[in-house]
């Protein structure tokens, strides 16, 4: 299996706190409920790399950790928590789109949807936003493993919306995360002419 060796490096709460460095980077962004620190361990095979909560929503910066010499991961904050005062939620949603839209080391964004459900109206708006700018979009079918064998046909239809074939994936079984693993490690960083401007 692919190894991917991943360490934390900063957080930062707006893009100007963001490190300066010639890594690609990959954004992993999703509901707050949908298990990105679990993924972020299970890419990375660390226990304890990203801190895992039972409360949704406890991430409200930008993490950075740094993989080999050349690629980075940033964990976004999640979106879509009711219980977050609107300027807290404002303030963020601010902050990640000055990421996604100014962040030149940004390569790509793996949007991680809980695959019973399929993607709402956040993430094809995230999508939709990435592509405009030139950025890779990786769809995560999240949580396969609570899928049947018979089910799995129909939950890969419900992300014909975005129009991506998504990668399934489970941080509880480990499907999909080694192919995750050889997307991430192929990473390079968008030369400055090839980057689509952000309309």
């Known amino acids: 299996m692919t190894r991917l060796a991943a360490e934390f490096v900063t957080s930062a709460f ?9 890594r690609a980077e990959i954004a992993l962004a999703g509901r ?17 790399l990203a801190r895992t909560s039972k409360t949704p929503g406890r991430t409200r910066c930008l993490n950075f950790f740094a993989v080999g010499d050349a690629i980075a991961i940033c964990d976004l904050p999640g979106f879509g928590y009711a219980k977050m005062g609107h300027d807290e939620a404002r303030k963020i949603a601010t902050m990640m789109n000055e990421y996604i839209e100014g962040r030149e080391n940004l390569a790509a964004i793996a949007i991680l949807i809980d695959c019973r459900r399929g993607p709402r109206d956040e993430e094809l708006a995230l999508a ?30 419900r992300f014909a919306p975005i129009g991506i074939a998504p990668i399934l994936c489970s941080a509880t079984s480990a499907e999909g995360i080694g192919e995750l693993r050889r997307r991430i490690l192929t990473l390079k960083r968008p030369a400055a002419n090839d980057r689509i401007e952000s309309r």
């Open 128 to 157: 939709d936003s990435a592509i405009d700018r030139g950025i890779e979009v990786i769809p995560l079918a999240t949580k396969c493993d609570k899928l049947k064998r018979s089910e799995r046909a129909a939950a890969i239809k």
């Open 32 to 48: 707050s409920n949908v298990g990105k620190s679990s993924l972020l361990n299970a890419i990375a095979n660390t226990k304890g």
């Open 14 to 22: 707006a893009l100007s706190g963001c490190p300066r460095w010639n």
